[in-house]
C-alpha cells in the first residue's frame, strides 16, 4: 500500500471521492495514535457508513485521552445500530474500565442484537468479573452469536463459579459455539473444565478438537507454573 505523509492523508480524508478518504484511514495505520485521532476525527460523520465504521474502530486502536469519551457518546447517540456496535467493541479495546457501565447498558437496553454482541465482546475484554451477571444472563440470548460472545467473555474474565452455567453447550448443534466453549474453558482451570475438554477433543470438528487440545495444554502449562 502506498503510504502518504500526514499532510497527504489529511487532504484525501476531504477528497470527494469515498475511495481516497478510505485509503487515507486505512494509511493511518502506521501514524501515532496522537497524530492519527485529529485526522480520524474528520470522518466521524462521515456520508458513507462504511468509512464511519473504520473511523469509529480505529479510535479503538489509535488510543488517546478524547477516544473514551467520543466513543461513548457514538454508543448512547449514534442511531445506526452498527455503528454503534462497533464503538461498543472499539470501548472493549481501549480496556478502559469506564466503560463498564455503558456497556452493561448497551446490552439490557439496546433493541439491536448486534450491539448486544459487541457489547458482551467488550465486557470480555474488559476482564472485569463484574460482567459475570450480565453474561450468565446473555447466554439465554436468543441470538446463537451472542451465546458466543458470553461463552468467551466467561473466559476471559476467568470466572470459574461459571463452569457449570457453559457446560450445557457442549453438546450444541453450532460448532462456533462448542469452539467458544472450549477457548473459554482453557481459562477456567477445574476438574470439570478438563473433563469437558477431553470430551471435546474428541468432537467430529477439526476446529473444535484442536481448540481443546490447545485449551487443555494451556491449563497444564498454568498449573506447572
Not at 478510505?22 to 470522518?43: F, G, S, T, Y
Not at 456496535?85 to 447498558?105: H, K, M, N, T, W
Not at 453474561?135 to 457449570?164: F, H, N, P, R, Y
Request: with cysteine; charged share 30%.
Amino acid at each position: 500500500m502506498m503510504s502518504f505523509s500526514l499532510q497527504q492523508i489529511s487532504q484525501h480524508l476531504e477528497s470527494t471521492s469515498s475511495r481516497d478518504r478510505m485509503i487515507a484511514l486505512a494509511n493511518l495505520r502506521e501514524v501515532p495514535a496522537e497524530d492519527a485521532v485529529p485526522l480520524i476525527k474528520k470522518v466521524l460523520n462521515d456520508e458513507s457508513l462504511q468509512i464511519r465504521s473504520m473511523a469509529v474502530f480505529a479510535l479503538g486502536i489509535k488510543q488517546t485521552d478524547e477516544c473514551f469519551p467520543i466513543l461513548l457518546n457514538i454508543l448512547e447517540t449514534e442511531k445506526d445500530y452498527g455503528i454503534r456496535a462497533d464503538a461498543a467493541g472499539a470501548l472493549g479495546y481501549l480496556e478502559d474500565i469506564r466503560a463498564f457501565e455503558p456497556l452493561v447498558r448497551a446490552f439490557y437496553e439496546d433493541t439491536d442484537w448486534l450491539v448486544r454482541f459487541s457489547a458482551a465482546v467488550a465486557l470480555g475484554n474488559l476482564k472485569d468479573s463484574r460482567a459475570r451477571e450480565v453474561l450468565l444472563q446473555a447466554l439465554d440470548s436468543e441470538e446463537v452469536v451472542v451465546q458466543q460472545a458470553a461463552i468467551a467473555a466467561l473466559g476471559e474474565i476467568k470466572a470459574v463459579d461459571t463452569v457449570d452455567a457453559i457446560l450445557r453447550f457442549a453438546q450444541s448443534e453450532d460448532w462456533l459455539v462448542r469452539q467458544r466453549l472450549a477457548e473459554a474453558l482453557g481459562n477456567l482451570p477445574s476438574e470439570k473444565s478438563r473433563s469437558a475438554l477431553r470430551y471435546l477433543e474428541k468432537d467430529n470438528n477439526s476446529n473444535v478438537a484442536e481448540s481443546a487440545r490447545l485449551a487443555l495444554k494451556r491449563l497444564s502449562e498454568s498449573e506447572a507454573v
